[in-house]
């Protein structure tokens, strides 16, 4: 699927008009990013039992705290783009676009007359245009985390990872 026209320069913008720490990390921009809305942020792993190959992470606005869960049985890199992510939706303004099906898969042990209760949500359809939005706030933040304006040892490794997916060492041969 092609991206949206505009889409980099639409989440530039977003990103033009909030407080980003100096030194970055995802858990300084969600600080930064609640006081900026004056809602609090918290950000909690997913339960062990949580369906990961279903979702990876989840933003639930709750009554007085948005609370963003992420995969922590990866790579703290893949954590924090995870994270990147979540508060991409919350950045752009998007409205949690969820159903019960998928709350429950990420919290298996919650009954599901709770998760429709809790939530009394409709089935709601995947909008690709807000997935793709969040996920290039998330990149853009990103390179944020090795830009040299503050770099942090996690930051260093994301970028790392982001950068150069894959090293081929050739050694010292031919070399003088």
Same mark, same amino acid.
């Given at each position: /699927?092609?991206?949206?026209?505009?889409?980099?320069?639409?989440?530039?913008?977003?990103?033009?008009?909030?407080?980003?720490?100096? +030194?970055?990390?995802?858990?300084?921009?969600?600080?930064?990013?609640?006081?900026?809305?004056?809602?609090?942020?918290? /950000?909690?792993?997913? +339960?062990?039992?949580?369906?990961?190959?279903?979702?990876?992470?989840?933003?639930? +606005?709750? !009554?007085?705290?948005?609370?963003?869960?992420?995969?922590?049985?990866?790579?703290? !890199?893949?954590?924090?783009?995870?994270?990147?992510?979540?508060?991409?939706?919350?950045?752009?303004?998007?409205? +949690?676009?969820?159903?019960?099906? /998928?709350?429950?898969?990420?919290?298996?042990?919650?009954?599901?007359?709770?998760?429709?209760?809790?939530?009394?949500?409709?089935?709601?359809?995947?909008?690709?245009?807000?997935?793709?939005? #969040?996920?290039?706030?998330?990149?853009?933040?990103?390179?944020?985390?090795?830009?040299?304006?503050?770099?942090?040892?996690?930051?260093?490794?994301?970028? !790392?990872?982001? #950068?150069?997916?894959?090293?081929?060492?050739?050694?010292?041969?031919?070399?003088?």
């Amino acid at each position: /699927m092609p991206l949206p026209r505009g889409l980099r320069s639409r989440c530039e913008k977003i990103l033009s008009n909030l407080p980003i720490p100096d +030194p970055f990390s995802a858990d300084a921009f969600a600080d930064a990013l609640a006081e900026h809305r004056g809602r609090p942020i918290s /950000m909690h792993p997913l +339960p062990s039992t949580a369906d990961t190959a279903a979702h990876t992470g989840l933003w639930v +606005p709750l !009554a007085s705290v948005d609370a963003v869960f992420y995969e922590s049985r990866t790579s703290l !890199a893949h954590q924090t783009l995870i994270k990147l992510h979540e508060l991409g939706h919350i950045a752009a303004g998007h409205q +949690p676009d969820y159903n019960p099906e /998928m709350i429950q898969q990420a919290f298996p042990d919650m009954e599901p007359r709770y998760v429709a209760k809790l939530f009394g949500l409709p089935r709601a359809s995947y909008d690709s245009v807000e997935e793709q939005e #969040a996920e290039t706030i998330a990149l853009l933040l990103a390179s944020r985390l090795g830009s040299g304006r503050g770099t942090t040892p996690d930051g260093k490794r994301l970028t !790392a990872t982001l #950068a150069h997916p894959v090293r081929q060492d050739y050694g010292t041969a031919g070399t003088r």
